[in-house]
Each structure stands twice: as C-alpha cells, then as structure tokens.
C-alpha cells in the first residue's frame, strides 16, 4: 500500500488517517485525486483491520438466530452471514405473526435489499445512502451461509 505502511491495528490506521487527512484533503490545499486514493486505501485496510475477528459466526447473531429459527418453517427461509451482519430472506412472503417476531427480535426490514437483517448485539441502526446491490456487498464482505436444526443454529 502506497501511504498506509507499518500499520499494526485499528488505532495505529486511524492515526495515520488523520495526519493525511490533514496532508492531501482538497479543502485544506492538498490534492483531491492523492486524497480519494488515499481514503479508498483506508478503507480497504479499516475493513481489514475491523473484521479479523469475525472469522467465526459472532456469538450474539447464533443466539438471535436461536431465538427466532422457530418461525422458520420447511425451511423456507435463508440465512446469510454477510461480514458481520446477519441476512435473512424467504422463498415467499411470511405471515404477519413471523414479521411481528422478526421485529421483535429487533431485525430490520431493507427496502432494497428485499430482505431483513441486523447487525447484532448493540446494534443502532443508523440509514447510510449505499448504491451497493447484496451481490457487490457479498462480494466486498464475503457471505456463509448459516442452516439450522430444531433450535440450534449451525455454520455451513
């Protein structure tokens, strides 16, 4: 990486961020095409850096799942780890009384997505504008898909 070199963790990234921030941000004198190049590196390494420990289904999304997987019936419904944020959709619509549970259980509803999800324990949900499709953002997270039985949810 050409302006991110030594970093060690989160901390160390965003340090360095803010004294280029300060070095190449357009409204500051610096240049806007070094800037973008440099904030695309940023985040390439902040996504890094912020899901090293996700490589294992996060403890709080299986008891969720555990929580609702009752609802699921004949297994009509798939559920996706996508980075840390769990995805759920259904072969068809579910019944009012599923939605109702799905909201208690404080998983959203994506307008364009077209699917629920919720990004776990402690989660505020705060609309960011994202041109991205559910392909691009499996592509750029990576996805497993999770199956369960009974109450027990399994990773794949």
Request: no cysteine; charged share 30%.
């Amino acid at each position: 990486m050409k302006h991110f070199n030594n970093i060690i963790g989160l901390d160390s990234l965003k340090q360095k961020y803010k004294e280029l921030a300060k070095k190449y941000h357009p409204d500051l004198g610096g240049d806007a095409e070094i800037f973008k190049e440099m904030q695309k590196e940023y985040e390439d390494y902040f996504y890094k850096f912020s899901n090293e420990d996700t490589k294992e289904t996060p403890s709080h999304l299986i008891n969720l799942l555990n929580k609702i997987t009752f609802l699921f019936t004949n297994n009509d419904a798939k559920i996706e780890l996508v980075g840390s944020w769990l995805w759920i959709s259904f072969d068809k619509k579910p019944e009012v009384l599923t939605i109702e549970n799905l909201k208690k259980a404080g998983l959203r509803w994506s307008m364009k997505q077209k699917k629920w999800f919720s990004g776990g324990e402690g989660f505020k949900f705060k609309p960011i504008k994202t041109n991205l499709s559910f392909g691009e953002i499996v592509s750029k997270y990576g996805t497993e898909s999770l199956k369960w039985e009974g109450q027990k949810a399994l990773q794949n």
